[in-house]
């Protein structure tokens, strides 16, 4: 179980979110929503430990567990898949194979393409597998599905909801696209730029909802 208990924004004070506290465990999914600029990355970086909260603190066994997978990400396109697999330990190969089978399938049957064949979906499976074999308990993705067709994003929610399956890991995810998380399922909290707030909406999941809730503030 990992605690979080914080108030934490901008540096520069121009916004705070006060008394951001909740619990969660591995298997959890966790979407975190909101509008450029409200601070989603400073939460994650919060978690990481490269900003420290406004008041409390994240405990080590967050911020030692945490990987993070971005549309920023990139693997060396002219290499092939199994160069990134042989250049991983052994041992951490065989913890993705015994626990997320499904990807580490999907990936070993691409090992003899360059990662410049490889789809958007693929390669963000690979940067995935690359992140599950340092066997850290907290999978971070900042916005991963952006530049992805709609095939490629179910892909990645396939495989997301079978890594939250095994129990093993906390998902959390950051999209622009509402159905992509309403599709996902699993918990979701709201960062509330005109409220300052961030809390955890519990009714019942609606892109139009969700859309009316950013947009007024209310």
Do not use: W
């Not at 465990?25 to 409200?38: A, V, Y």
């Not at 567990?65 to 290499?79: A, W």
């Not at 090992?111 to 340092?134: F, M, N, Q, Y």
């Not at 939250?164 to 998380?181: I, L, P």
């Amino acid at each position: 179980m990992y605690e979080i208990d914080v108030n934490f924004g901008f540096s520069d004070g121009s916004l705070e979110y006060k008394n951001v506290c909740f619990s969660f465990q591995n298997g959890d999914i966790i979407n975190i929503i909101g509008e450029n600029g409200c601070g989603k990355s400073t939460f994650y970086k919060m978690l990481m430990g490269k900003v420290k909260p406004l008041r409390g603190k994240i405990c080590d066994n967050i911020k030692d567990n945490i990987v993070v997978i971005s549309d920023y990400i990139n693997i060396p396109k002219e290499v092939l898949v199994a160069d990134i697999l042989n250049f991983i330990d052994e041992e951490k190969i065989i913890y993705v194979h015994n626990f997320f089978p499904e990807i580490y399938n999907y990936i070993f049957n691409l090992k003899d393409s360059k990662i410049l064949l490889l789809s958007t979906g693929e390669r963000r499976l690979l940067e995935i597998l690359c992140a599950l074999s340092t066997q850290k308990s907290i999978l971070v993705l900042d916005e991963a599905n952006n530049g992805l067709d709609i095939k490629n994003r179910l892909l990645l929610i396939d495989n997301l909801k079978k890594i939250s399956q095994s129990e093993k890991v906390t998902v959390f995810n950051t999209s622009h696209y509402f159905e992509d998380v309403k599709t996902l399922g699993g918990r979701v909290f709201i960062m509330n730029k005109k409220k300052s707030a961030f809390e955890e909406y519990k009714q019942e999941f609606t892109v139009d909802k969700i859309m009316k809730y950013l947009g007024s503030g209310v």
